[in-house]
């Protein structure tokens, strides 16, 4: 029977604003990519990458100028050069996977030779105008033993300390999001391990964190923006401590996973995170989370609604979706 492309953009309402460095979140538009073959249905969700312009729209077009080769029998290992690193190869990748597991009776668990596991994440606390604001937050997700919290040039150290003070049994971790000079960094990195903070991740601006590579942070330091894929992993490694992967980045599961193995190989320490999508990117970025140390799924927390039957929260605990969801997880 052959193949069918469906493809269409979804709007997700978040539950408030949600700001972080230079950017704030109100809504989420995302790409669902559905390819049917004899009877099965793959699906997969790109959100894009806002800093990069990887945007809705321009994933649908995209994925449009891929449709005949899609429909042709494209495969996960095609794809990789057909399209580029971004939020369209991310959507269709994942929805590979998820039609490769239907038509072959095989969960994702199987095809990659993974052991599935409950997995904790954190919980992202945004930027707030003031550090009482943000410690009012801190305090309000007593259920998260982990907090990720956003952080620009303005008050890092006041911020953390407030949070700090209404949580001090959680395991801080700080995003900055290319907030931070490196003169600030060096002045503030000490003061943030005094108050427990366990990762800095992204404090430099992309393209402009060299002087990492001669820097003894007392922190230790992870990659976000500044590692997208492999391509850019022999400079990350020379930079930072840990790496941040993120499907949209990657391009999907398939590069996501080797992304993890390589700088887990090369003795990095590994984080998965999201750019704030709904379940159907949370699946495949859960198979990713079994190789990590640090865990960023709590995209569909910050949204009004999400899809039903989609991945399970319980507190900070994050289980696989409902039976059938994506990827024959169970």
Not at 82 to 110: F, H, I, M, Y
């Amino acid at each position: 029977m052959a193949r069918k492309l469906g493809v269409h953009k979804t709007s997700w309402p978040m539950r408030a604003p949600f700001r972080i460095t230079g950017y704030v979140f109100e809504t989420i538009d995302a790409v669902v990519v559905e390819i049917s073959e004899g009877g099965h249905v793959g699906r997969g969700e790109g959100c894009g990458v806002y800093y990069l312009n990887d945007v809705a729209d321009g994933m649908l077009d995209s994925i449009e100028a891929l449709r005949s080769d899609i429909e042709g029998g494209l495969t996960r290992e095609e794809l990789q050069s057909a399209l580029p690193a971004g939020g369209a190869r991310n959507a269709v990748d994942c929805a590979l996977w998820d039609l490769t597991a239907k038509q072959t009776g095989k969960s994702v668990w199987e095809l990659t030779e993974i052991e599935p596991r409950p997995v904790q994440t954190v919980f992202t606390i945004g930027i707030e105008e003031t550090p009482e604001k943000m410690a009012a937050k801190a305090a309000g997700a007593r259920a998260f033993p982990v907090l990720k919290v956003k952080l620009d040039g303005e008050q890092p150290v006041e911020r953390i300390a407030a949070i700090r003070a209404v949580r001090p049994d959680a395991t801080l971790v700080i995003d900055a999001n290319q907030g931070f000079s490196l003169d600030q960094l060096k002045e503030v990195a000490a003061p943030l391990g005094e108050l427990g903070v366990a990762m800095i991740e992204q404090p430099l601006r992309r393209g402009e964190d060299e002087g990492l590579a001669g820097f003894d942070s007392p922190v230790p330091i992870c990659a976000d923006e500044s590692c997208l894929h492999r391509g850019e992993l022999p400079a990350a490694l020379e930079r930072y401590d840990m790496i941040n992967i993120k499907l949209d980045k990657t391009g999907g599961l398939t590069e996501g996973l080797a992304l993890a193995r390589e700088a887990r190989a090369a003795g990095k320490r590994v984080m998965v995170g999201n750019m704030v999508g709904t379940s159907l990117s949370m699946a495949p970025a859960f198979v990713v989370a079994q190789l990590c140390d640090f865990v960023d799924l709590d995209g569909p927390l910050n949204l009004k609604s999400d899809y039903a039957g989609g991945m399970s929260y319980d507190g900070g605990m994050v289980s696989a979706p409902s039976p059938g969801f994506w990827g024959g997880m169970s």
